[in-house]
C-alpha cells in the first residue's frame, strides 16, 4: 500500500515543477513511511511513496522496465505470482515485486491489462507517448483526478491535488445534495470543486493531446438456478482462496475482529491453514449496546488467537475527531471511521497488514433495511383501502423507523430507496425551520437532485429484482464511496494496510448470480455464510444481528460532543459562510439535549463545517 501522485501538462508541454511534486508526496507521507521516488519526463512527473509490503528490498517505485514504461503503483496484485509465471517471455524479472507484474502485463496485453490483475489498486503508467490511469473494480483503492489549464494532476488523495497548486479549493455546490440525503459524496463528484474520483472498473487513457475514461469491467446481476449443496461449497471455495491469496506478505499480518459475523467468518477460514498463532484486533465503547468485544473474545478464545483490544472514550473520540476528517479528505459522516481510526494504530503497533470483513454485506445482502424494502413492496402490493388502514396505523407507532418506512411506502423504487445511509429531507427540519440557510438552497436547485441522479442509477439495474436493485445501487455508491473511503483512509493513517477478502472480484461476480433465496431467508441476510459457518463459528456470532463498529453518537451530543458542537457549528464564521442556519442549528442541540433525537443531522452539519475549516480555510489539524 502506498500514496501515489502526478502530474501530466499534456496541453501546454509544460515541465514539471519537482517541487509540486515533492508536496504532494509529502502530504501522502502517513500511506508511505519507508521510501520516497519521483520520476520527471518534461510534461510528465511522478511522486510515490512507499509502504513496503511485497519485496520489501526490491520494489522501489517510480520503477522502470528496459523498454522505458513506468509506473507508480497503489495496492496488491495478488495474484502476482501467477501472473510473472504467465509473464516470463515477455520480460527478464528482476524483482519479486508484483509493481513489476504490471509493467509486464502493459507490455504484453497494452492498457487491457487491468483485466488480468486480481487485487486491490490505483496505477499510473507512462509509456513515453500515452498516460494509463486505472483503478481496482469494486474501488478499494482510490484515486483522484483534476483538469487544470496545462493537463492534469492526480493523487491517491485529494489533498495531494490541493498540494499540487494546480487547483484552488472550494466547495462544488452540486455535491451537496448527495451528501445532505446519504451523508457522503457518490460517484465521480467530490465536495471539492474540480477534483473528481477515477470510478471502479475504469481506466483513463490521456495521449495525442485528449482523454478518455473506459469501463474495463461491470458487475452484472443475473441470479441462476443454483441448488444450495453447490452454492455452499463454491461459495467456501471462493471465500478460501480470496483468503489465501490476501495472506501473502513479506511483512506481519493480522485481522480486524469485531466480533460480528463477517470478520469471524474470515479469522475462522483463514485458521485453518496457519501454522502460527494469528493476531487479532478490536475497538469497542465501553457501553451497554456499543460493546462487541464479548463476541471477538468468544472467536478469539475458539481459535486460539493472540488478541488485543483498544476502547474509545468521548475524549478520545473528541480528540480524534479534526484528524478525521483531515484523513477522510472529503466530509464523509461514517462515525464508525474514529473507531477503526482507534484500532487501525493499535494493530500497526504489532502488524503491517491486516484483512477485515468489509463487503458481506454488500453481496450477500446483510443490511436490515433490505428486508424493510422488501415488507414495504409486499405493503404496496395489497388493496388500497388495507394500505390506508395499515399507513394511518403505522404513522401513529412510536416507532421512528416505522414512520419513517411507512412515509416513503407510496414511493416509487428510486425515490423509496436511496441507499442504506439515505436520511430523509424533512430531518432537516425543526417545527418548520430548516437547518440550511435560504442561500445555499436556491444554490443547490441549480443542479440535478440527488434523487434524480439514483434513478439514472436504478435504470441500468432495470428487470433485475428487487434485492438485486437495491444491492446494485450500493455496490456503486455506499462501498466505494463510504465503506471502503473510511477503510482505506482510516488504515492508511497510521501507515496499516487493509485487505478485505470478501471483494476478490470472482467472489464479487459470483454472489450476483446467486438467488435472493441463498442471500436472505426468513428475513435475515447473509444467508450461505450463515450456513457456511455455523459450525465454525460460536452460536452466538452466528446468530447475532450485525451492529458494525456502533458508534453513541446520539449520547455523545448529550455530553462532552454538546459544547464542542455548540463552539463550531454557532460561531460568525459558520453564520458567515450562509450553509448552516445556526439559529435552527441551536435549537437542534437543545432539542437533542432534552430528549429528541437529531443526532445524525447534528453531526452531519459539524462534519461539513470542520472540513470546510480544515479545507477550505487551511486549519489543518
Not at 466505494?480 to 467472489?507: G, Q, T
Amino acid at each position: 500500500m502506498c500514496g501515489i501522485a502526478g502530474i501530466y501538462n499534456f496541453r501546454t508541454n509544460r515541465p514539471v515543477d519537482r517541487e509540486s511534486l515533492e508536496r504532494m508526496a509529502r502530504v501522502q507521507a502517513h500511506r508511505g513511511p519507508d521510501d520516497e521516488g519521483f520520476f520527471l519526463d518534461g510534461p510528465l512527473g511522478f511522486a510515490h511513496r512507499r509502504l513496503a509490503i511485497i519485496s520489501p528490498e526490491s520494489g522501489k517505485q517510480p520503477m522502470m522496465d528496459e523498454g522505458g514504461n513506468v509506473v507508480v503503483f497503489n495496492g496488491e496484485i495478488y495474484d502476482y505470482i501467477e501472473l510473472r509465471d504467465a509473464l516470463r517471455g515477455e520480460a527478464a524479472f528482476r524483482t519479486e515485486s508484483d509493481t513489476e507484474v504490471i509493467l509486464a502485463a502493459y507490455r504484453r496485453y497494452g492498457t487491457e491489462c487491468v483485466t488480468h490483475f486480481n487485487g486491490m489498486f490505483g496505477f499510473a503508467l507512462w509509456d513515453g507517448n500515452r498516460l494509463l490511469l486505472a483503478r481496482d473494480r469494486l474501488g478499494i483503492k482510490p484515486l483522484y483526478y483534476a483538469f487544470h489549464a496545462d493537463g492534469i494532476v492526480f493523487a491517491s488523495e485529494a489533498k495531494a491535488i490541493l498540494e499540487s497548486g494546480c487547483v484552488t479549493p472550494a466547495l462544488a455546490p452540486e455535491a451537496l445534495s448527495p451528501y445532505l440525503h446519504v451523508g457522503y459524496v457518490p460517484g465521480e463528484e467530490t465536495m471539492f470543486a474540480g477534483i473528481r474520483k477515477l470510478p471502479p472498473g475504469t481506466r483513463m487513457v490521456v495521449e495525442g493531446g485528449a482523454w478518455r475514461i473506459e469501463r474495463y469491467w461491470e458487475l452484472t446481476f443475473a441470479p441462476e438456478a443454483i441448488p444450495e449443496a453447490e452454492a455452499l461449497e463454491h461459495f467456501e471455495e471462493l471465500l478460501r482462496d480470496a483468503i489465501r491469496l490476501r495472506l501473502r506478505s513479506d511483512v506481519p499480518l493480522g485481522v480486524f475482529l469485531s466480533g460480528g459475523l463477517d470478520s469471524s467468518a474470515v479469522v475462522a477460514f483463514l485458521a485453518e491453514g496457519l501454522d502460527r498463532p494469528l493476531e487479532t484486533f478490536s475497538v469497542c465503547y465501553r457501553m451497554a449496546g456499543y460493546d462487541e468485544t464479548p463476541y471477538a473474545r468468544q472467536v478469539a478464545e475458539r481459535f486460539g488467537t493472540i488478541h488485543r483490544e483498544i476502547a474509545v472514550t468521548p475524549e478520545s473520540f473528541l480528540a480524534d475527531f479534526p484528524r478525521f476528517v483531515w484523513q477522510m479528505d472529503e466530509p464523509v459522516t461514517e462515525a464508525a471511521a474514529i473507531s477503526l481510526h482507534h484500532v487501525a494504530r493499535l494493530a500497526r503497533e504489532h502488524v503491517t497488514v491486516v484483512l477485515s470483513g468489509e463487503g458481506a454485506d454488500e453481496i450477500l445482502a446483510g443490511y436490515e433495511i433490505y428486508g424493510y424494502m422488501t415488507w414495504l413492496e409486499r405493503y404496496r402490493a395489497l388493496p388500497k383501502a388495507l394500505r390506508a388502514l395499515f399507513g394511518g396505523i403505522a404513522r401513529r407507532v412510536d416507532d421512528p423507523r416505522i414512520r419513517k418506512y411507512a412515509a416513503l411506502a407510496d414511493l416509487p423504487l428510486e425515490a423509496r430507496y436511496l441507499g442504506v445511509s439515505f436520511q430523509p429531507p424533512q430531518t432537516l427540519h425543526l417545527n418548520g425551520a430548516s437547518l440550511l440557510r435560504r442561500e445555499i438552497v436556491a444554490e443547490m436547485a441549480r443542479f440535478p437532485s440527488f434523487p434524480e441522479r439514483i434513478a439514472e442509477i436504478y435504470r441500468q439495474s432495470a428487470g433485475a429484482g428487487l434485492l438485486n436493485r437495491m444491492l446494485h445501487l450500493d455496490t456503486l455508491t455506499w462501498l466505494p464511496d463510504d465503506i471502503l473511503v473510511k477503510a482505506d483512509k482510516m488504515s492508511m493513517a497510521p501507515s496499516l494496510e487493509l485487505r478485505v477478502p470478501f471483494l476478490d472480484h470472482r467472489l464479487v461476480a459470483w454472489c450476483a448470480r446467486l438467488p435472493e433465496g441463498l442471500k436472505r431467508r426468513r428475513g435475515r441476510g447473509k444467508y450461505l455464510l450463515r450456513r457456511s459457518v455455523r459450525r465454525r463459528l460460536p452460536p452466538a456470532v452466528v446468530r447475532r444481528s450485525k451492529m458494525g463498529f456502533p458508534t453513541p453518537l446520539a449520547f455523545l451530543f448529550r455530553g462532552p460532543l454538546h459544547d464542542y458542537a455548540r463552539e463550531i457549528l454557532l460561531d460568525e464564521r459558520t453564520r458567515a459562510r450562509k450553509i448552516i442556519d445556526t439559529a435552527t442549528a441551536e435549537r437542534m442541540l437543545v432539542a437533542h439535549r432534552e430528549g429528541a433525537d437529531h443526532h445524525r443531522r447534528l453531526w452531519q452539519m459539524l462534519v461539513l463545517e470542520t472540513w470546510m475549516r480544515i479545507f477550505l480555510d487551511g486549519e489543518r489539524p
